[in-house]
T-cell receptor, first 115, second 113 residues
Framework: GAGVSQTPSNKVTEKGKYVELRCDPISGHTALYWYRQSLGQGPEFLIYFQGTGAADDSGLPNDRFFAVRPEGSVSTLKIQRTERGDSAVYLC?????????????FGEGSRLTVL | KQEVTQIPAALSVPEGENLVLNCSFTDSAIYNLQWFRQDPGKGLTSLLLIQSSQREQTSGRLNASLDKSSGRSTLYIAASQPGDSATYLCAVDSGGSNYKLTFGKGTLLTVNP
């Protein structure tokens, strides 16, 4: 597609439920990144994929968070046993080849609200 | 731990004014600094990237400066327009990854027609 696409744009769930957020990067971009932006804060890095593998998952806050990118394109961020503190906008970005070879292109985000 | 602070948190100006947004960071050992724009409900758009060896970068009406030793950067917007209204975020790369950035909380700019 023309840009990074994220679905759903909005998700409301109840505490304890499981949530999946999807990111479709720009076609041909091999690098994909997830960030989390809480209300009134700047984005925080979660995980970086190069191709199908997670090259850096040091930003994942705990083991309730997991992300996959099985075919090196679309990525899914999975959150188990959601907590109210998980409420945030989850941003996805992609870049061609890798992080040092071009700017990051961000999607519009998925706003997650945990009640 | 790197911390980034942006001042002011919000700024409202009449159209046509020149303005300056400020960013400070606690650890001067950075690889680069970026300024981003974020429109409501949208993702981030990179405006300017300054490498640690550079002093400033310019793009159109935007000029960003970097004083690494003092831990400061400014974004100067000339002849502001209502379309410039957005949140402006400053982010530093302390580790050279180019993606594990430390962001400030942003400055919400409103340019009134």
């Amino acid at each position: 597609g023309a840009g990074v696409s994220q679905t759903p744009s909005n998700k409301v769930t109840e505490k304890g439920k499981y949530v999946e957020l999807r990111c479709d990067p720009i076609s041909g971009h091999t690098a994909l990144y997830w960030y989390r932006q809480s209300l009134g804060q700047g984005p925080e890095f979660l995980i970086y994929f190069q191709g199908t593998g997670a090259a850096d998952d040091s930003g994942l806050p705990n083991d309730r968070f997991f992300a996959v990118r099985p075919e090196g394109s679309v990525s899914t961020l999975k959150i188990q046993r959601t907590e109210r503190g998980d409420s945030a906008v989850y941003l996805c970005a992609s870049s061609p080849y890798g992080p040092n070879t071009g700017e990051l292109f961000f999607g519009e985000g998925s706003r997650l609200t945990v009640l | 731990k790197q911390e980034v602070t942006q001042i002011p948190a919000a700024l409202s100006v009449p159209e046509g004014e020149n303005l300056v947004l400020n960013c400070s960071f606690t650890d001067s050992a950075i690889y680069n600094l970026q300024w981003f724009r974020q429109d409501p409900g949208k993702g981030l758009t990179s405006l300017l990237l300054i490498q640690s060896s550079q002093r400033e970068q310019t793009s159109g009406r935007l000029n960003a400066s970097l004083d690494k030793s003092s831990g400061r950067s400014t974004l100067y917007i000339a002849a502001s327009q209502p379309g410039d209204s957005a949140t402006y975020l400053c982010a530093v790369d302390s580790g050279g990854s180019n993606y594990k950035l430390t962001f400030g909380k942003g400055t919400l700019l409103t340019v009134n027609p």
